[in-house]
């Protein structure tokens, strides 16, 4: 069995709210909204608005977070390189499910459609 790395474990503790306000930045620098922001993680977690603010609000970390959320089934075809890793071949089931928000929100930084980036199956 796999030990842990220290961005694992890193991640683990992290809180979403933390990096939030760096994911709102990224897109908006980038042209696009804080509501196609929304629409991004609400697809990959199934969160609503409201649960979205409790998670900033109650500054859960990215364990809890994902934890609670349901998570889409079609996050599996989220494929590509983040962070020099690719998303797909991610080990540790935590780290891959960030990686997945932080690939999604890099093609809505880069300018990709809501359709491509909400992948369907």
């Known amino acids: 069995m796999n030990q842990p790395s220290k961005t694992d474990e890193r991640i683990t503790t992290m809180s979403f709210a933390s ?3 760096h994911y709102v930045t990224k897109v908006e620098k980038k042209g696009r909204s804080r509501k196609d922001l929304h629409a991004v993680i609400s697809w990959l977690t199934g969160y609503d608005d409201a649960a ?3 998670h900033i609000n109650q500054k859960s970390s990215f ?3 994902f934890d609670q959320a349901d998570l889409n089934p079609n996050a599996h075809l989220i494929t590509g390189v983040i962070c020099g890793y690719r998303v797909e071949t ?4 935590l780290t891959q499910k960030v990686r997945y928000l932080d690939k999604l929100v890099d093609e809505l930084a880069k300018g990709k459609t809501l359709e491509k980036i909400l992948r369907k199956s």
């Not at 991610?90 to 089931?93: A, H, K, R």
């Open 90 to 93: 991610i080990e540790n089931p």
């Open 63 to 65: 364990q809890t977070f």
């Open 52 to 54: 979205l603010t409790h």
């Open 19 to 21: 990096v939030y306000p």
